[in-house]
């Protein structure tokens, strides 16, 4: 590589492009080529006290931000975003600053391992010759029987193996993880697709909205790309002169995009579809519109009632919304993940329909058309297939399906059933404890590849990602290994190593009108690593939208419940993602933002509530819904409807590494298996009962209790 | 010697009528040898009883103070109750209380010496030596108290290789200054009038005891010069010692007052704070004249429950003053309105503490109100000794209000914090009450605790003379 | 004086707009991140010793179902008369002249905590234990910041290495600082762009500019502290 591009050379396109840091390509450590050399002769990446930076991208959630990581004598010091990068722009957030603690983390899997399954105490290492054999021999399987489950970034190894199956003829992989299900990715495609005719997630232009109503969408916190949909809201309050973004936010629990709202308006989970059709209507008239089609039957008063907030509120509402030219509404994760989910996106959808902002600023985009995740129904038929021992041999990668699949889907006792279970995991995670082999992939910071489709990007973006350090351990990238083994299995692909099919695939780009161009591959591999990837200058984004036909939607509404016996449970995803997240000291130590709390789970109850149930805080209390119970401290929570209770997703680890283990609960095992009709999670109509366990263990909040609420 | 003769006036009340001036010691004489007789013995008898408590209390201070001390620095901080946002928890407190109870031996010493209050005489040095100790164990605090106590130094002016000076706008370097000339010229105040007796013991010992006095007698022989220098020497350090005593509690006054905490930002923290140590140090000698009269062999002779009255009268009024600063500081910082101030005064009255608060009152201000307008009860000493050590408990609280519970409810509620003291900083308060009770025990073996020569001066300036029928109490003033 | 201020007349100053400010805690960790902050397990946080040099104090304002958080991130606020530089037996507490910010020197520091009761914003942390990063975590050091030991006070320097990093690039290319060159890692991490750095002696920055703002507040004013911060009111209706 280096014979082709000098070190002049790279300083010149490196002084040309980056706007504020010196960004290498990584000849440093990226390079499997290594020449081994004295240390007296120091290479130039190397030299005590330079920074050297390197261009990547994020792999701590989906979103898929650039960022730029500055190293030091071949360690990696500091995160920050790639100022260039289109999606986050220089920003980052606290689970993307934490990738070096995957990356240093004491807990991970050093070498590739083979354990009698389950059997954590009789595993052994074993090394990578013994090892890619059996890759091999199992790729070899007949081709129905194998299965791939990935995570939910569509990234190269999702290609490579996509490309490998299809040639095959085996079934295409599996991209899931709980963050995508809580998301309702799934969902709000087949909404778009509905409402719009066109199967493609929707962007919405946060920054240019003046009205915002937010339908459980905490865009600010995990949903869809936090980074993005941030900085669009910094840009909504304050970017213009005179005009400040209004934002309602609708949702049972406050949550932090809630908490920022101007309104935050407590409907009960399960009636944000009858609210958005009420707003449909009472919008029609404040336009002086026929009401659409579906909500012409609806009674605003007897929504509102059952949504169990003001009528003359929803009204009020309507009539901001309808006034505004730039009203935006967002069907989020809380919303949709619900039996009725697909219908309350599409009349949430609808109403932005009704204001008539599609495809204008302000308004409801269409980007790429690709699935963005696969839903949990297609997963469902995995546990099926694998229950009916129709899978020989389960690969997995990115994902932790024991700890993140609701506990009543059963897929650890599926995966009892499969004769051959090989993990690629970084971590020793709760999967990876019960698989037969662990092949440990590098840490992304170790890694090749790209990212393509980012769900929250205005254009298409393919954003690169190459090893800042060199791996610390015995550890090998997934992509090799299975090029290698196809190989041997007599399969092979036309690569041949990670880097070369990255560099294939990424050929097309050169004549694709990105920001930059290259007569050759290598050189535009210098700077597709030198730029953290590639993309195109101007916003592309799909305008020509106009809404299909409409359908009459009836819904039943919430849940009644048993009053101070049953809650609507919230179930939602903190900083720690999908649980990923929890063997990182820094994010178990960052307060949560509306609780302060840290390093364990909770449940959050109104005072109110809590008080006439006699509960008070760090009161252990045992939540159980008709698929299972957890046990886990209160905190009196005065932001949530007094009939509802919600616990956060992230802890409950059994494995994972120190930090991780035998914190908190897990609430997969109150979830249901239950899917919506686009097959996302239902996960948002639950009822629960709560009941005192006469413990106490108090909850580590950063906030002073007595200050805060008074309470001693 | 004699310059005036002054006869004292008919006492009023009828009880003080029917009493028997020789219950005073100054009229009850006994000759000079009797006295340093009597004196070496109680220096020189140890029971076993003696022997187990020194052995008890040297264990104390090996494991209670100096055990735990060296634990938290070899592991840390964190074996305190600290926390943010108090960072000062019962180390500062008991510093505090130390520091006001060594103004005890000052005060009870020096300014009733200035003020020629004959009742001080047998009891002088062992306010003194409480002095002496006190400060020896609360200067102990600004180095425990310390993240990185290895480094202390830095704190002392002394041309250095840093090329640092310490900070002399900081109220802990002054606290260093202060602290450091009261320890020394308290310790030369306490050595001064040790001289004689020092070489009187020395003529009735023998062996290693005998060279120690020698040695620190100085070759005094009684000599009408050296007793001229002497008594000239007391005399100056008697008055250069008072400012020097207010000086300190005033700039441990200081720590807190020049702070922007809310609570501590009070102009009348000085006088207060003085106050309160007077008022603590003089109950803790009466606290100390209690045990010492009960378990020295004599001690009876000397301490009598005229010097528990006297200074039974000094407490009450004392207790007095310290409700009016009290109450000063109080209604004042209250009606100022600052919201914070108000808000930290309103929690120590009403909060999570508020025991706290309410023992203190009335440790301070109930207990001696109500007990010592009464002649008899300021005549019993065991009942002295529970109320005097009642005092120093409602001291101790005081000083425990005004540092951790202040700290704990600053200006931004979110940082409010409940500190409660941990096993190793208990551990090591209760190891400075042993040394200090270790110190005293075995300095109560080593240098006579009665200044037996000012006792021979008062008894001989003291005589009951007959005035036609009556025997009338009279005192020649010396000097 | 006249020769070390030459041509450096800095005076760094912060903007936190509050309008943008979500409370969403990635300064938290970006500063942990540059300035070695070490994390201290659950035990330290639920007894107060969380160590953070900036951190969000988040008030509940209204009652349900009107509550709203009211976010605040404190870091230290560089005053320029600090509480916490007098009181400091030792000089660790100082004023820097060249960037006009409030200083720690962990050396010099011998933990009297005398600087942290005084600091009214509660911004300085105090390291109770060593920080126990395991092997090899310790990798991500940043080794432009002292890993402070037990029994040191520690602050937010304003990333007090990047000013100085920032600098020498500049005078290696002979030109003066840009405006938004210099950032410290929170104001770079912070994905609402709610905070905002610069040199407040520069009328024309935009932290200059913005520190104008009708909506600008300084933290316990009343003191006379003379903070570096600056705060702008967040919330409000249309055109707040």
């Known amino acids: 590589m280096s014979d082709k591009i000098t070190?002049?050379?790279?300083?010149?396109?490196?002084?040309?492009g980056a706007a504020i840091s010196a960004v290498l390509t990584g000849c440093g450590p990226m390079s499997r080529y290594i020449v081994r050399r004295p240390y007296t002769e120091m290479p130039e990446y190397n030299q005590t006290g330079l920074n050297t930076y390197y261009a990547s991208t994020c792999r701590e959630c989906a979103a898929g931000c650039g960022i730029i990581v500055r190293t030091k004598e071949g360690r990696a010091i500091t995160i920050e975003g790639n100022p260039q990068h289109p999606l986050n722009r220089g920003r980052l957030c606290a689970r993307g600053i934490t990738a070096q603690q995957g990356l240093y983390n004491p807990d991970r899997v050093f070498g590739p391992i083979f354990q009698a399954r389950g059997d954590t105490g009789r595993q052994a290492r074993t090394t990578w010759d013994e090892a890619i054999p059996v890759v091999s021999e199992a790729l070899k399987s007949p081709a129905g029987q194998i299965a791939f489950l990935l995570g939910t970034a569509p990234d190269h190894l999702f290609d490579l193996v996509t490309e490998w199956t299809r040639s095959i003829g085996a079934p295409a992989p599996l991209r899931y993880s709980a963050l995508a299900s809580f998301e309702g990715r799934s969902t709000l495609q087949e909404a778009a697709n509905r409402t719009f005719g066109k199967p493609a997630l929707p962007y919405f232009d946060l920054a240019n909205a003046e009205v915002v109503f937010s339908f459980g969408a905490n865009f600010l916190e995990t949903w869809l790309s936090p980074v993005s949909y941030s900085a669009a809201y910094g840009d909504m309050r304050q970017a213009r002169p005179t005009r400040r973004g209004y934002l309602v936010a609708?949702?049972?629990?406050?949550?932090?995009?809630?908490?920022?709202?101007?309104?935050?308006?407590?409907?009960?989970?399960?009636?944000?579809?009858?609210?958005?059709?009420?707003?449909?209507?009472?919008?029609?008239?404040?336009?002086?519109?026929?009401?659409?089609?579906?909500?012409?039957?609806?009674?605003?008063?007897?929504?509102?009632?059952?949504?169990?907030?003001?009528?003359?509120?929803?009204?009020?509402?309507?009539?901001?919304?309808?006034?505004?030219?730039?009203?935006?509404?967002?069907?989020?994760?809380?919303?949709?993940?619900?039996?009725?989910?697909?219908?309350?996106?599409?009349?949430?959808?609808?109403?932005?329909?009704?204001?008539?902002?599609?495809?204008?600023?302000?308004?409801?985009?269409?980007?790429?058309?690709?699935?963005?995740?696969?839903?949990?129904?297609?997963?469902?038929?995995?546990?099926?297939?694998?229950?009916?021992?129709?899978?020989?041999?389960?690969?997995?990668?990115?994902?932790?399906?024991?700890?993140?699949?609701?506990?009543?889907?059963?897929?650890?006792?599926?995966?009892?059933?499969?004769?051959?279970?090989?993990?690629?995991?970084?971590?020793?995670?709760?999967?990876?404890?019960?698989?037969?082999?662990?092949?440990p992939d590098h840490s992304p910071l170790e890694s090749f590849g790209y990212q393509r489709m980012l769900a929250a990007a205005d254009r298409p973006v393919y954003s690169s990602i190459q090893p800042v350090v060199a791996p610390l351990y015995d550890t090998r990238a997934t992509a090799d290994v299975l090029l290698t083994a196809a190989a041997a299995a007599g399969s092979p692909l036309p690569y041949t190593d990670e880097v070369d099919f990255v560099q294939q695939m990424i050929v097309p780009l050169i004549s694709a009108g990105g920001f930059y161009t290259a007569p050759e591959i290598q050189t535009f591999w210098s700077r597709w690593l030198q730029y953290g990837g590639w993309w195109v200058t101007e916003q592309a984004l799909d305008t020509d939208i106009s809404a299909a036909s409409e359908r009459p939607?009836?819904?039943?509404?919430?849940?009644?419940?048993?009053?101070?016996?049953?809650?609507?449970?919230?179930?939602f995803p903190t900083q720690l993602g999908d649980g990923a997240g929890a063997n990182r000291p820094w994010l178990q130590e960052m307060p949560d933002p509306m609780t302060t709390l840290t390093w364990n789970t909770w449940v959050e109850i109104n005072p109110e509530t809590a008080d006439k149930l006699g509960i008070h805080d760090d009161d252990v209390v045992r939540v159980t819904t008709p698929y299972g119970a957890l046990e886990a401290s209160v905190y009196r929570y005065p932001a949530i409807r007094p009939d509802t209770i919600a616990i956060p997703f992230g802890q409950g680890h059994t494995a994972l590494g120190r930090w991780a283990e035998g914190r908190g609960a897990n609430p997969a095992a109150l979830l249901p298996a239950a899917v919506n009709e686009a097959g996302d999670l239902a996960y948002n109509d639950v009822v629960a009962s709560i009941a005192l366990t006469g413990k106490r263990r108090p909850l580590a909040r950063v906030e002073s209790r007595e200050g805060v609420y008074g309470e001693h | 010697m004699a310059a005036e003769t002054k006869l004292f006036g008919k006492l009023k009340t009828t009880e003080q009528?029917?009493?028997?001036?020789?219950?005073?010691?100054?009229?009850?004489?006994?000759?000079?040898?009797?006295?340093?007789?009597?004196?070496?013995?109680?220096?020189?008898?140890?029971?076993?009883?003696?022997?187990?408590?020194?052995?008890?209390?040297?264990?104390?201070?090996?494991?209670?103070?100096?055990?735990?001390?060296?634990?938290?620095?070899?592991?840390?901080?964190?074996?305190?109750?600290?926390?943010?946002?108090?960072?000062?928890?019962?180390?500062?407190?008991?510093?505090?209380?130390?520091?006001?109870?060594?103004?005890?031996?000052?005060?009870?010493?020096?300014?009733?010496?200035?003020?020629?209050?004959?009742?001080?005489?047998?009891?002088?040095?062992?306010?003194e030596l409480m002095t002496t100790f006190g400060l020896a164990a609360g200067a102990l605090y600004p180095l425990i108290h310390l993240g990185r106590v290895w480094v202390f130094y830095f704190m002392v002016p002394y041309p250095n290789a840093r090329w640092l000076w310490p900070n002399f706008r900081s109220p802990l370097v002054w606290d260093l200054l202060a602290i450091t000339t009261y320890l020394l010229s308290s310790t030369i105040y306490l050595y001064l009038p040790l001289v004689p007796d020092l070489a009187m013991a020395r003529d009735r010992t023998t062996g290693l005891r005998h060279t120690a006095y020698k040695i620190l007698a100085l070759g005094w022989r009684g000599t009408e010069a050296e007793w001229f220098r002497l008594k000239k020497a007391i005399q100056i350090f008697a008055f250069a010692i008072i400012p020097v005593m207010f000086s300190?509690?005033?700039?441990?006054?200081?720590?807190?007052?020049?702070?922007?905490?809310?609570?501590?930002?009070?102009?009348?923290?000085?006088?207060?704070?003085?106050?309160?140590?007077?008022?603590?140090?003089?109950?803790?000698?009466?606290?100390?004249?209690?045990?010492?009269?009960?378990?020295?062999?004599?001690?009876?002779?000397?301490?009598?429950?005229?010097?528990?009255?006297?200074?039974?009268?000094?407490?009450?009024?004392?207790?007095?003053?310290?409700?009016?600063?009290?109450?000063?500081?109080?209604?004042?910082?209250?009606?100022?309105g600052e919201a914070a101030v108000r808000q930290i005064l309103t929690l120590h009255a009403s909060g999570p503490a508020a025991w706290v608060w309410y023992t203190m009152l009335i440790c301070n201000i109930v207990i001696p109100w109500l007990t010592l307008w009464n002649r008899k009860i300021r005549r019993t000493p065991w009942l002295m000794f529970i109320i005097t050590l009642l005092i120093n408990v409602g001291m101790y609280l005081e000083r425990y209000t005004i540092i951790p519970l202040t700290l704990g409810h600053q200006r931004t509620p979110f940082d409010w914090g409940v500190y409660t003291p941990q096993p190793v900083e208990i551990s090591i308060v209760l190891g400075t009450f042993c040394l200090f009770t270790f110190l005293y025990l075995i300095m109560?073996?080593?240098?006579?605790?009665?200044?037996?020569?000012?006792?021979?001066?008062?008894?001989?300036?003291?005589?009951?003379?007959?005035?036609?029928?009556a025997e009338v109490p009279s005192v020649t003033e010396l000097d | 004086m006249a020769e070390v201020s030459k041509g450096i007349a800095e005076k760094w100053g912060l903007v936190v707009d509050q309008d943008r400010c979500t409370g969403c805690n990635a300064c938290v960790v970006a500063c942990s991140m540059e300035n070695n902050v070490p994390f201290t397990g659950e035990d330290n946080v639920a007894f107060g010793r969380g160590t953070y040099w900036i951190y969000n104090k988040r008030m509940w304002e209204g009652n349900y179902p009107e509550v709203a958080p009211a976010f605040q991130p404190v870091m230290c606020q560089q005053c320029g008369s600090a509480p916490c530089e007098p009181v400091c037996p030792t000089f660790a507490a100082v004023h820097s002249e060249e960037e006009q910010i409030n200083l720690q020197i962990y050396n010099r520091c011998i933990?009297?905590?005398?600087?942290?009761?005084?600091?009214?914003?509660?911004?300085?942390?105090?390291?109770?234990?060593?920080?126990?990063?395991?092997?090899?975590?310790?990798?991500?050091?940043?080794?432009?910041?002292?890993?402070?030991?037990?029994?040191?006070?520690?602050?937010?320097?304003?990333?007090?290495?990047?000013?100085?990093?920032?600098?020498?690039?500049?005078?290696?290319?002979?030109?003066?600082?840009?405006?938004?060159?210099?950032?410290?890692?929170?104001?770079?991490?912070?994905?609402?762009?709610?905070?905002?750095?610069?040199?407040?002696?520069?009328?024309?920055?935009?932290?200059?500019?913005?520190?104008?703002?009708?909506?600008?507040y300084k933290l316990m004013d009343e003191l006379g502290t003379r903070p570096k911060v600056t705060y702008l009111k967040g919330g409000g209706r249309n055109g707040g």
């Open chain 1, 7 to 16: 070190r002049r050379n790279f300083l010149k396109i490196a002084g040309a």
């Open chain 1, 553 to 571: 939607a009836a819904f039943s509404g919430p849940a009644t419940l048993e009053e101070d016996k049953q809650f609507y449970l919230v179930v």
């Open chain 2, 444 to 469: 109560s073996r080593l240098i006579p605790l009665v200044p037996v020569w000012e006792v021979q001066e008062g008894q001989v300036a003291h005589t009951l003379r007959k005035v036609g029928k």
């Open chain 2, 248 to 336: 300190v509690h005033t700039i441990v006054s200081w720590d807190f007052a020049v702070s922007q905490v809310a609570g501590w930002h009070s102009t009348i923290f000085g006088p207060y704070f003085i106050i309160g140590a007077i008022l603590s140090g003089v109950s803790a000698v009466v606290t100390i004249l209690y045990v010492l009269r009960s378990t020295l062999k004599h001690m009876d002779y000397f301490l009598r429950p005229e010097h528990f009255d006297a200074l039974g009268k000094l407490i009450l009024v004392f207790s007095m003053s310290w409700a009016y600063f009290f109450f000063n500081d109080y209604l004042l910082g209250w009606y100022g």
């Open chain 1, 250 to 439: 609708f949702e049972a629990r406050q949550s932090l995009t809630a908490g920022n709202a101007d309104e935050w308006i407590p409907i009960k989970p399960g009636s944000e579809g009858l609210v958005a059709l009420a707003l449909a209507r009472l919008v029609a008239e404040a336009r002086g519109e026929a009401a659409p089609a579906a909500a012409r039957s609806i009674d605003p008063a007897a929504a509102a009632e059952a949504a169990g907030i003001e009528p003359a509120k929803l009204t009020d509402l309507a009539r901001l919304f309808a006034a505004s030219e730039h009203s935006l509404a967002i069907p989020g994760g809380g919303a949709i993940g619900q039996h009725e989910g697909l219908a309350i996106a599409q009349a949430i959808l609808q109403l932005n329909v009704q204001v008539n902002n599609l495809g204008l600023p302000g308004g409801v985009y269409l980007t790429n058309t690709e699935q963005p995740t696969t839903s949990l129904a297609e997963v469902y038929n995995l546990v099926q297939k694998m229950n009916n021992s129709q899978v020989k041999v389960l690969f997995i990668h990115g994902a932790n399906p024991v700890f993140e699949l609701p506990k009543v889907l059963g897929f650890e006792e599926a995966l009892a059933k499969v004769p051959l279970v090989i993990s690629f995991a970084t971590f020793p995670d709760e999967t990876a404890m019960l698989s037969d082999y662990v092949l």
């Open chain 2, 17 to 127: 009528e029917h009493e028997d001036p020789k219950e005073q010691l100054m009229f009850d004489p006994r000759p000079r040898e009797e006295l340093n007789r009597m004196v070496m013995e109680m220096m020189t008898t140890t029971t076993r009883k003696f022997w187990l408590w020194a052995i008890g209390l040297g264990a104390g201070v090996a494991v209670l103070l100096f055990g735990a001390w060296g634990y938290m620095i070899s592991t840390g901080m964190w074996v305190t109750g600290l926390r943010r946002p108090i960072y000062w928890g019962v180390f500062i407190v008991t510093f505090v209380f130390w520091i006001g109870i060594s103004h005890a031996g000052t005060f009870v010493s020096a300014i009733l010496r200035v003020f020629k209050s004959e009742f001080r005489r047998p009891f002088t040095r062992a306010a």
């Open chain 3, 111 to 216: 933990g009297t905590r005398y600087c942290a009761n005084n600091c009214p914003y509660h911004a300085r942390q105090f390291n109770f234990e060593d920080p126990n990063i395991p092997e090899p975590m310790n990798s991500y050091l940043n080794p432009d910041v002292t890993v402070r030991r037990r029994g040191v006070m520690e602050k937010c320097t304003f990333c007090v290495q990047r000013i100085v990093a920032g600098r020498q690039t500049a005078s290696a290319e002979d030109r003066s600082l840009r405006d938004g060159e210099v950032m410290p890692a929170c104001v770079a991490a912070c994905p609402s762009g709610a905070l905002v750095f610069g040199d407040l002696s520069d009328p024309n920055s935009r932290v200059s500019q913005m520190a104008q703002n009708e909506r600008q």
